[in-house]
């Protein structure tokens, strides 16, 4: 299993605990950097190398927690 985080801006009921969500790749400088959104547009991860690239875009939601500096933190588990 791989966990990642996702910084929501907005609360969304859904998105809690146990909650199955799909993400999306997107690719930056050429491809050798890529991202993830948790559709549709909810939330976003941090940058990932190109070899630290997700071999699965389902996963469930491990927790969610407040920032301190404001917003949500979404960690996500998937099955690698």
Do not use: C
């Not at 801006?9 to 690719?27: L, R």
């Not at 950097?33 to 549709?40: D, W």
């Amino acid at each position: 299993m791989r966990e990642m985080e996702f910084k929501m801006e907005i609360e969304y009921e859904h998105i809690k605990p146990g909650a199955e969500v799909e993400v999306e790749k997107s690719e930056l400088q050429g491809g050798l950097v890529v991202y993830y959104t948790i559709i549709p547009a909810i939330a976003m991860s941090g940058n990932f190398r190109k070899q630290e690239a997700l071999k699965e875009l389902h996963g469930t939601v491990k927790s969610v927690r407040v920032g301190d500096g404001g917003g949500w933190y979404v960690t996500v588990e998937f099955p690698e």
